[in-house]
């Protein structure tokens, strides 16, 4: 051993190829008596030691590790970027969402949330304890108690005449001053003017209204229309987040997403919802009844009765109080409908006037032909005689 190393040491003395040859006969000597060793080690640069090895130096290499997943930006050089974390960004919190109104519909927009990973909280003024109790979600009898919760958003789902009373009954002072206060109400202008009157000035405010029910979105949601208006979400905070976490949830199911003012909606609802009530309750009126010749045309009205009939009067009150173009498309009906009845009746006013004047017509000409043959007869009578 001390041989080779005084060979390695006069290697200065060799000429450059006999030093490359000694060279790499000293490094095999000393990978075999070093097996750490080697030869490019003067070349790297040192690496500082970490944070975790200078505080404990006796520890593994192991221990000493930084793992990619958990490293922050880097600062470089002046004018180069920092070098980014390779770590996801950290998925957001569960909105805990809070039903004032657990009402059939309440239930069934409650399950779409809950599938969605959110955390259900709801209150009513009937008991439904036992139902929350089946399906993990924390029932309050009171909204006072469900609001010191301090959900990160209230959602209305009371009826369209019970709303006001319902909102001003709401404790906004327990609730934490970003809180978002959304509505599924099928009128939007009523709702909105309403929480922009209420609601503090720090709350967020989400119009929205999922164009389906428990019976139309019984198979799911995919594709169902589902309409919304960001109508106050403050840009600092956490409020947007919030927003679309909660938008989300119906975009996750599928539901088409229509982002519409409340006032466009009222429009739009007024000549589709509106008339679609409108008509089936007119039909419930004849007491349709099913025949053995029904027809596929026939069995669509009798369908589209039973599902407006279903649903309690006062939503089709609703959507006649408060949507104010609601009576102008009432109008707009019974004109169409006497405008289809004069067309019934003006042509069968022509038939009827046209039957008329062809009888009075060939009544006019036997008349005619009558006193031909009286006069005719009487002039023969009178020739005979003579």
């Known amino acids: 051993m001390a041989s080779s190393l005084r060979h390695f040491a006069g290697l200065c003395c060799f000429p450059a190829s006999a030093a490359a040859a000694a060279a ?33 130096p006796l520890a593994s290499p192991a221990d000493h590790e930084e793992h990619p997943a958990h490293q922050q930006a ?96 709401i404790p906004f002072h327990k609730l934490r001053p970003d809180t978002i206060v959304a509505d599924v109400l099928s009128v939007k202008q009523f709702p909105r003017n309403l929480l922009l009157e209420i609601l503090p000035p720090s ?13 139309s979105g019984k198979h799911g949601w995919s594709k169902l229309p589902f309409v919304y208006d960001k109508v106050r979400v403050m840009e600092d905070g956490d409020q947007v987040a919030k927003c679309d976490q909660f938008l989300s949830i119906f975009e996750q199911e599928g539901c088409r997403m229509v982002e519409m003012s409340c006032t466009e909606h009222d429009r739009y609802a007024a000549g589709s919802q509106f008339i679609t009530h409108t008509i089936g309750r007119v039909l419930s009126q004849l007491n349709l009844k099913s025949t053995p010749i029904n027809t596929k045309g026939y069995e669509s ?66 008349l005619e032909k009558l006193e031909n043959d009286r006069s005719n007869s009487c002039a023969t009578h009178l020739v005979s005689s003579a």
């Open 24 to 56: 790499s006969g000293t490094t095999c000597l000393l990978r075999r008596y070093t097996p750490n060793f080697c030869a490019f080690a003067a070349l790297r640069p040192a690496r500082p030691a970490s944070p975790a090895a200078a505080a404990n």
């Open 203 to 215: 709350f967020g405010i989400i119009c929205t209204h999922p164009m389906f029910g428990p019976e």
């Open 74 to 169: 880097v600062p470089c050089r002046d004018g180069d970027p920092p070098a980014l974390s390779s770590a996801p960004p950290p998925a957001p919190a569960p909105l805990r969402v809070g039903i004032v109104g657990f009402g059939n519909f309440g239930q069934f927009i409650a399950g779409g949330i809950q599938r969605q990973g959110h955390t259900v909280l709801a209150a009513s003024r009937s008991d439904y304890s036992a139902y929350c109790a089946d399906r993990g979600i924390r029932f309050f009898r009171s909204v006072d108690a469900l609001c010191e919760e301090q959900p990160d958003v209230v959602l209305i789902c009371s009826s369209i005449l019970s709303t006001e009373g319902v909102v001003r009954a």
């Open 301 to 366: 009205l009798m369908q589209l009765t039973q599902n407006t009939v279903s649903d309690s009067f006062d939503l089709y009150y609703g959507l006649f109080m408060y949507n104010v173009n609601a009576t102008e498309q009432l109008d707009n009906l019974e004109r169409a409908f006497e405008r289809v009845r004069q067309m019934l009746y003006g042509r069968l006013h022509d038939l009827i006037r046209k039957q008329i004047v062809e009888r009075v017509h060939m009544q006019t000409v036997s």
